[in-house]
T-cell receptor
């Protein structure tokens, strides 16, 4: 199956700093990628849809200026948590469908990034 | 609008006994339905997907799910649980909104006792 990677797998940062998380599709091109946030023992919450070459689409209630998304190429999307605070600590997961417009809607997920803000 | 309800937050079984994880959905259109499994601190792995080709869908690791339109259900089953099946399971419905947007159920934690 298709492989999606994330880097880093975990990161600890100080309050007020910014953190960048990368999501890569390793063996397919992804014009669309999704970013999720998962709190302990809870489901995944869709944060935004990352679109290659255009602006991301954010879900209601997600701060665009807080969570900056850039989809610079067909294999890379980045999520930058700006001015991180302890409440931003969470497990961030990305996913990509192998063919979002051609009828294939199966998502392949990255392994996740554990962010801890001190 | 689409939604997914996983009826049990926890399911506890003994090793070797059957597993049933329940999922009900609502969708405006013919849905795409999935089951994913997540082991602790890991990403999600696709177990199986309903594509409308067959109502009984077989997945990996002996899991299967049956799509019942009249009951709007997509329950996940396995005849015999293994210790390695202990994990979090998510039922997902996908709807077209310019691209396919997934909606997750809250998850069911499967506990397997020796």
């Amino acid at each position: 199956g298709a492989v999606v990677s994330q880097h880093p797998s975990w990161v600890i940062c100080k309050s007020g700093t910014s953190v960048k998380i990368e999501c890569r599709s390793l063996d397919f091109q992804a014009t669309t990628m999704f970013w999720y946030r998962q709190f302990p023992k809870q489901s995944l919450m869709l944060m935004a849809t990352s679109n290659e070459g255009s602006k991301a689409t954010y879900e209601q209630g997600v701060e665009k200026d807080k969570f900056l998304i850039n989809h610079a190429s067909l294999t890379l999307s980045t999520l930058t948590v700006t001015s991180a605070h302890p409440e931003d600590s969470s497990f961030y997961i990305c996913s990509a469908p192998t063919d979002p417009t051609g009828g294939t809607d199966t998502q392949y997920f990255g392994p996740g990034t554990r962010l801890t803000v001190l | 609008a689409q939604s997914v309800t996983q009826l049990d937050s926890h399911v506890s079984v003994s090793e070797g006994t059957p597993v049933l994880l329940r999922c009900n959905y609502s969708s405006s259109y013919s849905p795409s339905l999935f089951w994913y499994v997540q082991h602790p601190n890991k990403g999600l792995q696709l177990l199986l997907k309903y594509t409308s080709a067959a109502t009984l869908v077989k997945g990996i690791n002996g899991f299967e799910a049956e799509f019942k339109k009249s009951e709007t259900s997509f329950h996940l089953t396995k005849p015999s649980a293994h210790m390695s099946d202990a994990a979090e399971y998510f039922c997902v419905v996908s709807e077209w909104r310019g691209s396919y947007i997934p909606t997750f159920g809250r998850g069911t934690s499967l506990i397997v006792h020796p």
